[in-house]
C-alpha cells in the first residue's frame, strides 16, 4: 500500500497533464478517422454514393490506420513525459510499421478482386 501511496505522490501535475494531452489526441484521432478515410477516398473516387465509398477497399484499411496512427503518436507524446526507454519505443514503432503494412497491404489486395473498379 506504502509503494503505491509512494507512487502517487512522485507524479507530477505536468505529468497528468501530458497524459491527459495523449489522451485527447489519441481520441481526436479514432474519433475523426472515419471522416478522414471518408475525405481521401472521395477525393481520389470522384464519382460514387457514400456507401460505395465506405465499402472501397481503402476506407477500411485507411481507417484503421489513422486509429493507430493516434495511439502511435500519443506514445510518442508520452515518451517525452514518461521518460520511456528507448528498446520500448523501439518495439512501439516496430508494432506501428507492421500495423501500417498490413493495412496497406489489404487495401491493395483488396483492390485488385473481381468486384473491383480497377480491374
Do not use: H
Not at 478515410?37 to 477497399?57: H, P, T
Not at 501500417?100 to 478482386?113: D, G, N, R, V, W
Amino acid at each position: 500500500m506504502e509503494q503505491i501511496l509512494g507512487f502517487i505522490e512522485n507524479i507530477k501535475s505536468v505529468q497528468v497533464i501530458d497524459v491527459l494531452m495523449a489522451t485527447c489526441i489519441m481520441i481526436l484521432f479514432i474519433v475523426l478517422s472515419p471522416s478522414i478515410s471518408y475525405m481521401i477516398v472521395k477525393s481520389v473516387k470522384l464519382k460514387g454514393n457514400k456507401k460505395q465509398i465506405r465499402n472501397s477497399a481503402f476506407y477500411n484499411p485507411l481507417k484503421v490506420f489513422f486509429s493507430i496512427l493516434g495511439v502511435y503518436l500519443a506514445v510518442v507524446f508520452l515518451n517525452r513525459s514518461l521518460n520511456i526507454s528507448n528498446e520500448i519505443m523501439d518495439v512501439v514503432t516496430k508494432i506501428f510499421w507492421i500495423v501500417s503494412t498490413i493495412s496497406f497491404s489489404k487495401a491493395l489486395a483488396e483492390s485488385f478482386t473481381i468486384k473491383s473498379s480497377l480491374i
